[in-house]
């Protein structure tokens, strides 16, 4: 399927190595974040979510950082393997509602 | 648990055609939304329900765009007459409620030519 990955901001890593994804927020008053995994052809899959009052939350093999002082996010993986190749998206929603507004995705490449 | 269902999954039109998307919740997500994405772009909100009520139409261009969520479970997103600009992917996404993740569908790749 096309890809909507294209003229995307591209990270490539080594099977194997540790990947790191960053996100810049806009705005300070989001309370929740989520990071989202979107393989061509398909809808954004949920990966991790964290809510304000904590600046760190793991799951397996990723990890979620916020730094809320600067409106930073950042979505790691461990061991990254070619299944996780995809566009990654860091997801903000203010005020306690529902309403998502989603930043610019990244493209991760694992090279074998 | 079944995910969110879309159909069709590609469509291709003539510009100022009509099409219509359907969407099928996950069965007990009372929050549903419509939202469309460009190539290369993320998913931006076109319109988000609580049960069968819009209550963020905002960012839906109401001209040509219309939205119904009848009986509060399956959806269907419109589009009279569509344009060039149209084309794009249209996701559905629910969830079961506030702060909650949004599950979301696969999506219809619509082509207006």
């Known amino acids: 399927g096309e890809s909507v990955g294209l003229h995307l901001p591209t990270l490539s890593v080594q099977e194997g190595d540790n990947s790191i994804i960053n996100c810049a927020y806009s705005?300070?008053?989001?309370?929740?974040f989520i990071w989202y995994k979107q393989e061509s052809g398909k809808g954004p899959q949920f990966i991790i979510d964290i809510r304000s009052n904590m600046d760190k939350r793991q799951g397996q093999r990723v990890t979620v950082l916020l730094n809320k002082t600067v409106k930073h996010l950042s979505l790691q993986i461990a061991a990254t393997q070619p299944g996780d190749s995809a566009v990654y998206f860091c997801?903000?929603?203010?005020?306690?509602?529902?309403?998502?507004?989603f930043g610019t995705g990244t493209q991760l490449k694992v090279e074998l | 648990e079944a995910g969110v269902v879309q159909s069709p999954r590609y469509k291709i039109i003539e510009k100022k055609q009509p099409v219509a998307f359907w969407c099928n919740p996950i069965?007990?997500?009372?929050?549903l939304y419509w939202y469309r994405q460009n190539l290369g772009q993320g998913p931006e909100l076109l319109i988000r329900y609580e049960n069968e009520e819009a209550v963020d139409d905002s960012q839906l261009p109401k001209d040509r765009f219309s939205a119904e969520r009848l009986k509060g479970v399956d959806s269907t997103l419109k589009i009279q007459p569509a344009e060039l600009g149209d084309s794009a992917v249209y996701l559905c996404?629910?969830?079961?409620?506030?702060?909650?993740?949004?599950?979301f569908g696969n999506g219809t790749r619509l082509t207006v030519t």
């Open positions: 996404a629910s969830s079961p409620g506030l702060n909650s993740p949004l599950h």
């Open positions: 997801a903000e929603c203010a005020g306690g509602g529902n309403k998502l507004t």
């Open positions: 705005n300070s008053a989001s309370d929740y």
């Open positions: 069965s007990g997500h009372n929050t």
